[in-house]
């Protein structure tokens, strides 16, 4: 069996990221620090699943969808797994053999009460400095998504939905459905 011993002594890069090569725990290299998590509990499967099934066929013919565990380049010292992560054909450009190397169109991020704080904080500005179009928090607690943009300033949601409302997104206006659908 493997051990997987993190030295927290230094400030990681992508290039000590690569070396840990495909592991079964999931982690993440966020502002030079390795991040490890366990694995998402069924709701939060749940909820996931049911939109991976939604943004995929909405968006048929037009790019792919991919889901966790695929690793998203930030810079060097960052690389991201985000749960869901829509890439247009025009952006498949991106998609290399280690992952996504640019910018996205929608990155989901499911929250949990254990990476609330860094979807809602670090992640967001990175994603939106990135460039990402469209960068959605998903809260199956709450029961809301909140849509950001670089151009929104990502200070204020561009879109927020809660309850039974409809959500529609900005980037993919095929990409419509009533959150219903997934809590």
């Known amino acids: 069996m493997k051990v997987l011993t993190i030295d927290r002594t230094k400030e990681w890069t992508v290039d000590d990221y690569l070396l840990l090569g495909e592991i079964k725990t999931p982690c993440q290299l966020i502002n030079g620090e390795l991040i490890m998590s366990p694995a998402p509990n069924p709701e939060y499967q749940r909820v996931s699943g049911k939109l991976f099934k939604i943004l995929d066929k909405a968006t048929q013919g037009t790019g792919e969808v991919f889901y966790a565990p695929i690793d998203l380049y930030i810079d060097a010292k960052n690389v991201f797994q985000p749960d869901l992560i829509y890439l247009s054909d025009q952006n498949k450009k991106y998609l290399t053999s280690r992952g996504i190397e640019g910018p ?9 009460p254990s990476n609330s704080y860094t979807d809602r ?9 990135f460039r990402i179009k ?39 206006k095929k990409v419509r459905f009533n959150l219903k659908e997934i809590f």
Do not use: M
């Open 104 to 112: 996205p169109d929608i990155v989901v991020e499911i929250i949990s």
């Open 121 to 129: 904080n670090q992640k967001k500005d990175s994603y939106l400095a």
């Open 134 to 172: 469209e960068y959605w928090i998903v809260d199956p607690g709450n029961r809301t998504i909140e849509i950001y943009t670089p151009q929104g300033g990502g200070d204020v949601p561009v879109s927020f939905v809660s309850a039974e409302a409809e959500i529609t997104s900005s980037l993919e």
